[in-house]
């Protein structure tokens, strides 16, 4: 087994020096690599009173519970967006993987909502965050497609919640009709993608234009069957339909992907720092 990994480690740190450019997708495996688990100590510590009051089990489930109020949801998500976005800084496996591509034309197309590429050092216009992103808030029914940065009002909401609810006049309203807020997460048909996102659709297009014909590495992190559709399977298709490129697999849970991509597909189930920091060495 040892000498597999590690025939598997240099045929993974050799494409990875021979290639023309990066295609990094990342899903929530990567985050919870990194530390930013959704359950478990991280969670019971930070969200005790919400856990008392609405027996919640985890900050996935949790996410969708219908709130009787504005005010008790608002106090719900200003602690799940600040936890996430705001008091967890860059981790040392985003950066890990900055390292590793740093030197090579890349690009970044990832279903994580918490920044941590940028945090680590990934060009912001490198970096596709195709599912939203926590730092938003939107109009709830999508009327218009203007995103609101919510540092400051996050803040404020934890810093006046009583009983997990927030004061009334801090309940976001849309400035255009008038209507309810929602963080900017891709939750229903309502979903709003500003200017910044359609740029990033397009630079992530000509990215993939740009690499025709070129040798690629198209390196999956922690990417699941949540929704395969945005990052798992158009991998698969890219290294089937293009002779230059390999995929690389980091993820314990789902390795094993097309049986007809299997002599182009380098899976690895171990540790993901472990790999990554065994391919800079």
């Known amino acids: ?77 200003a602690k799940h967006i600040s936890l996430n976005r705001y008091e967890t800084g860059p981790t040392n496996l985003y950066q890990d993987f900055y390292q590793l591509v740093q030197d090579k034309p890349y690009f970044v197309i990832t279903t994580n909502v918490e920044s941590q590429f940028e945090k680590a050092g990934f060009a912001p216009e490198k970096v596709f965050e195709i599912q939203g992103n926590y730092s938003f808030l939107q109009c709830a029914k999508g009327c218009h497609n203007k995103l609101y940065y919510n540092e400051h009002i996050v803040k404020e909401m934890i810093e ?15 400035p255009v009709c008038g209507g309810k807020m929602d963080p900017n997460l891709r939750s229903n048909q309502y979903f709003v993608q500003d200017e910044n996102w359609y740029e990033r659709d397009a630079s992530y297009k000509d990215f993939l234009l740009d690499a025709e014909g070129k040798k690629i590495v198209l390196l999956e992190l922690g990417v699941g069957f949540n929704t395969p559709g945005i990052i798992r399977y158009p991998f698969e298709r890219l290294n089937y339909h293009n002779e230059n490129a390999i995929l690389i697999r980091l993820n314990k849970d789902h390795p094993v992907g097309m049986e007809e991509n299997k002599d182009k597909t380098m899976a690895f189930t171990e540790d993901m720092r472990e790999v990554v920091l065994a391919f800079m060495k």
């Not at 990994?5 to 023309?20: F, G, M, N, Q, V």
């Not at 985050?31 to 930013?36: D, E, K, T």
């Not at 949790?62 to 719900?76: D, I, L």
């Open 1 to 77: 087994m040892k000498d597999n990994y590690r025939s598997r480690i240099d045929k993974a740190k050799a494409a990875l020096e021979e290639t023309d450019v990066i295609l990094l997708g990342g899903g929530a495996g990567l985050s919870a690599a990194a530390g930013l688990l959704y359950s478990g100590k991280r969670f019971t510590d930070h969200f005790g009173s919400f856990i008392e009051k609405y027996r919640f089990t985890d900050l996935y489930t949790s996410s969708f519970y219908p709130f009787g109020t504005q005010e008790e949801k608002w106090a719900y998500w």
């Open 160 to 174: 006046k919640t009583v009983d997990c609810k927030i004061p009334s006049e801090l309940v976001p309203q849309c």
